[in-house]
């Protein structure tokens, strides 16, 4: 079965019987199915047919689907023609002559705070008018005084005094003789507190005139209809009523068809998901084509982000709709599209969906047919997208960024709302205070770049904006105390966006968000952001992290993502954005005028405000990457206590790749039990992590797996704040000094780092690996020097932070036996051999290796071991361990095969058999049995194979065996 395919811009008219025969073939199909097609209902498509046939069947068949009007006006009576060639007039032109002789209005009333008219109310506030506000649910005016308006205990309190006032009433009040401005609205909640309404207002020229100035604060478009309400009377108060009235006849026409649009878009797109098609891909081409309207290409887009947060609520149309419904009865125009919308509204209603936004009235299609509307983006083969991408530009543009750098002499001050923004610069310093005295100091040394950490992941979207805002305070203040100083801001972080620092730093040329990651595997294609999982592209409106109980987001779209984060003040159709083809093809040169060469641009008398995450930093100011630094590069490897590794959360996989280092805090006991057994488990942990560093154990403190999350964003964060300020605990009653400290998560590694080691400063020394920051914590922290892991929550595969741990861990001993004599025999060097019968004794000769920076060899007899026992060796193989040279234990002259078979399990690095008591055949079978078994335990094996001979220093040893035999038989 083919259908009619409509392409390109050229105007196709079709006759009545060609609709018709292309409307059944798919009607048809809806309602009977063909082959694998299931059934699928399709409310308004119907009612479309029958239009069709109707007019068909009335002789208009041969004629432009367009006369299908000459059918109602021969059924109704009614010539829209003549109607239409009344006198005209232009709406918008005698509403900008009322503007212009508005008279000026200096208090206005407000009655009806309900969704519309608070944010109506609270945008007059925003205007600079005094409003006085009243409503009967009083948690509202409470949110009204927050918002700066004054309140009346009564409607006749609020209508006191006021030059206008603002009444939000149902038509039927029209009824009680008053003489009103008729000023209906559209545009739903969001636009209402935006003041981008679209108002048809109607009334005396002198009512008009009085509230002039109040239509223009509230509308975007503002239409004044003659012919209205009447003439307008003078109240006892000289203050002229003006009530927005919520319907007329044109706004009824306008919600007939808005609730029609709604209502048929979401129909359509139920059909196309119920054939299989690709919704998203399915909306972009409609939209480009001629069945699109406004309200489709607004309101699907939600469908297909299954967001149904209620910019205008789906209630509204039950009721609109319903008026509707109610005025053509009493008109006697039947409206059948209109009542079937009606009908799919109320039906959404009915099943609890009547306060989320209008667009879900899709559900009802949804739960009907069992499909789902929404689009979700493909997850992409990561090979095949980059092959498929431009090459790269071919010059490095490192030399120029140096280049510019030097001409401009401003310093990049870093916002960053937590530690891991450090991801890819190196000896850079990081405050974690923001006094004015802290910022001169560092402002004075004229630093190319530095870093202030804010924190504000934490905090909500109000706090962090006035955090922001003090530090950009205290930075104004502070560049000023110092001569010849300049700065740029930005903000590294990928959780909200916020405008405390525009209005500090003053009017913005644009914000530029760039949250490319290369070594976290974040990629932007064509406006969708991507999260690189193994060898796939995941956008990342599907990945864990926009699931974020506090942080969360669903658009993947760059564009939509920044509407959501600003909800809705910057729509996505005004996000302009740079293609990965104009960066690759075209180069610097190339997007210079688009803003993207921000340093050229800015010596123009440009003024920006960056948004990125810490890819840009490097980037900007021209830092070469290096390799992972390790311990041996700071100077630490010889030092003995053990790492501190606290983690927030961890999925199964990482937990079981360092399952030998598990300490579990329980979260339940920390976030929801009594102040008595929070405190107990915190001693308990902080002692047991006290014990395990000084023995020189890698120790893993981690919260328990079992996720709590509050009913909003607001308790989410609140339980997260008490487990985190738990674990700053825990750390701070730590008094042993880790070798190193490593910190899983932005919001953890900030307040440990803060808050638990009160750092105020520290140095960016590199990264422990790819997109991990590495730090060494500043002289004024508990653990001066000490280097400090970032290890950021959406950074490496699920063993990257066992690799991390496993780099930085000691090792079991400094050397093995072996190894430490072949470096001797390369170095030229004797290694002494030293026999130990008490714990004075291998202290002693630790000490003393470690003076002359010597390696050593521990000896233990078999007589000193039976005297000693397993405390003796496990003293020496303790200190061997903790040396800050290589030592190692041997067991020495072991002729007992028991004894060496023993030896074998008690930690010695090496032994020594000695079969010299027996025949040189029997020596040489003892000692391979006992090598086959030290050798399958790593350990080396000296072997007594024969018997002392001949003469040294006077002295014969067969003469003198002799002699010792006769001794022996004398005895």
Not at 625 to 632: E, Q, T
Not at 785 to 810: C, E, M, Q, R, T
Not at 862 to 878: D, E, N
Not at 949 to 955: F, N, P, V
Request: proline fraction near 4%; charge should be neutral.
């Amino acid at each position: 079965m083919s259908f009619p395919l409509f392409v390109g811009d050229g105007v196709i008219l079709l006759s009545l019987q060609d609709f018709q025969k292309s409307y059944s073939p798919v009607f048809e199909r809806c309602c009977f199915g063909y082959g694998q097609i299931a059934y699928i209902s399709s409310s308004t498509f119907g009612c479309c047919h029958q239009q069709l046939i109707l007019g068909s069947s009335h002789g208009q068949g041969d004629d432009s689907d367009a006369t299908l009007v000459k059918v109602w006006g021969k059924l109704l009576g009614a010539n829209i023609q003549d109607a239409a060639s009344a006198e005209l007039y232009e709406p918008e032109q005698l509403a900008r002559q009322i503007i212009a002789k508005s008279t000026v209005v200096k208090r206005i009333g407000f009655i009806g705070l309900g969704a519309m008219g608070f944010g109506m109310a609270t945008h007059l506030l925003k205007s600079n008018f005094c409003v006085v506000g009243y409503d009967v649910y009083k948690p509202t005016l409470t949110r009204f005084v927050n918002a700066g308006g004054l309140i009346g205990n009564s409607p006749a309190e609020t209508s006191k005094d006021v030059d206008v006032l603002v009444v939000m009433l149902e038509r039927r009040l029209q009824s009680r003789g008053l003489k009103l401005v008729d000023a209906p609205v559209s545009g739903g909640v969001k636009r209402a507190s935006e003041g981008t309404l679209t108002i048809m207002a109607s009334g005396t020229d002198e009512a008009l005139t009085c509230t002039g100035s109040v239509l223009s604060a509230l509308s975007e478009k503002l239409y004044v209809i003659r012919g209205g309400c009447g003439a307008g009377r003078e109240l006892d108060s000289y203050s002229l009523f003006f009530s927005i009235i919520a319907f007329s006849g044109v706004k009824m026409i306008n919600q007939l068809l808005a609730g029609v649009h709604i209502a048929s878009g979401a129909e359509a797109m139920a059909l196309g998901a119920r054939l299989g098609l690709n919704t998203r891909m399915l909306f972009d081409f409609v939209k480009n084509s001629g069945g699109t309207s406004w309200m489709f290409e607004n309101r699907v887009p939600h469908m297909l982000d299954n967001d149904y947060t209620p910019y205008s609520a789906l209630d509204i149309f039950v009721k609109d709709l319903g008026i509707v419904t109610r005025e053509s009865s009493s008109l006697k125009v039947p409206l059948h599209i209109a009542t079937v919308a009606h009908q799919l509204f109320l039906a959404g209603s009915a099943a609890g969906w009547g306060r989320q936004d209008d667009a879900g009235v899709v559900k009802v299609y949804e739960t009907l047919t069992g499909v789902k509307v929404e689009g979700k983006l493909p997850v992409l083969k990561k090979e095949v997208v980059l092959q498929s991408l431009p090459p790269e530009w071919p010059l490095d543009p490192i030399d120029d960024i140096h280049r510019l750098n030097q001409s401009n002499s401003k310093t990049l001050v870093v916002l960053d709302d937590d530690p891991t923004g450090t991801q890819t610069v190196h000896d850079i310093e990081v405050l974690t205070e923001w006094s004015v005295e802290s910022l001169v100091e560092k402002l004075r040394k004229k630093p190319k770049c530095f870093f202030i950490l804010t924190n504000s992941r934490s905090l909500s979207s109000e706090k962090a904006s006035a955090l922001i805002k003090d530090i950009c305070g205290n930075l104004s203040v502070a560049a000023k105390s110092v001569e010849n100083i300049d700065y740029t801001v930005v903000l590294r972080g990928d959780s909200t966006l916020r405008d405390a620092v525009v209005s500090l730093l003053g009017e913005m040329d644009a914000w530029i968000i760039c949250p490319f990651f290369l070594q976290g595997g974040r990629y932007t294609i064509k406006d969708i952001h991507y999260v690189a999982d193994s060898d796939w592209l995941v956008p990342a409106g599907d990945t864990e992290f926009a699931r974020d109980a506090s942080f969360g987001y669903k658009s993947s779209n760059l564009r939509e993502w920044v509407e959501e984060k600003t909800r809705g003040r910057i729509p996505a159709s005004s996000v302009s954005s740079i293609s990965i083809n104009l960066l690759r093809e075209g180069g610097p040169d190339a997007v210079c005028d688009t803003l993207c060469n921000l340093q050229k641009a800015e010596l123009r008398g440009k003024s920006f405000l960056c948004r990125t995450a810490a890819s840009f930093v490097s980037t900007r100011i021209g830092i070469i990457p290096k390799a992972p630094i390790l311990p041996k590069d700071l100077g630490i490897n010889k030092e003995r206590k053990g790492g501190l590794i606290v983690v927030d959360r961890m999925f199964p996989k990482q937990q079981n790749r360092l399952k030998n280092l598990n300490y579990n805090v329980s979260v339940d006991k920390l976030a929801m039990k009594s102040l008595e057994e929070r405190e107990e488990e915190i001693n308990r942990v902080a002692e047991m992590a006290n014990l395990f560093l000084g023995a020189s154990k890698d120790t893993l403190i981690m919260t328990s797996r079992e996720l709590i999350t509050g009913k909003t964003a607001c308790e989410s964060l609140e339980i997260n704040f008490k487990v985190s300020s738990a674990l700053v605990e825990i750390v701070r009653r730590i008094s042993t000094r880790p070798r190193y400290i490593l910190a899983k998560g932005g919001i953890t590694s900030s307040d440990l780092a803060t808050k638990a080691l009160e750092a105020k400063c520290a140095k960016v020394v590199g990264q422990a690996l790819a997109g991990i920051p590495l730090w060494q914590l500043g002289p004024e922290s508990r653990h001066p020097g000490v280097p400090y892991i970032v290890f950021p929550g959406n950074v490496g595969d699920s063993k990257a932070l066992a690799d991390v741990v496993k780099s930085w861990a000691l090792p079991s001993r400094l050397s093995s036996t072996k190894e430490l004599l072949l470096n001797a025999e390369r170095g030229g060097y004797a290694v002494g051999a030293f026999n130990v019968y008490n714990m004075e004794g291998a202290e002693a000769v630790v000490a003393a290796a470690e003076e002359e920076n010597s390696p050593a060899i521990l000896q233990i007899h078999p007589s000193a071991l039976k005297q000693g026992g397993i405390p003796l060796v496990a003293c020496c193989v303790s200190a061997a361990e903790q040396a800050n040279v290589p030592i190692t234990v041997h067991f020495d002259h072991g002729t007992s095969k028991q004894e060496l078979v023993e030896a074998l399990d008690l930690g010695f690095d090496s032994l020594m058999v000695d079969g010299s008591h027996l025949s040189l055949k029997d020596n040489i079978a003892y000692t391979k049995y006992i090598s086959l078994l030290a050798h399958s335990k790593n350990m080396l094996v000296e072997a007594e194979l024969g018997r002392l001979s001949g003469t040294e220093d006077d002295l014969t040893v067969e003469e003198r065996l002799i002699l010792v035999r006769s001794l022996s038989c004398l005895n």
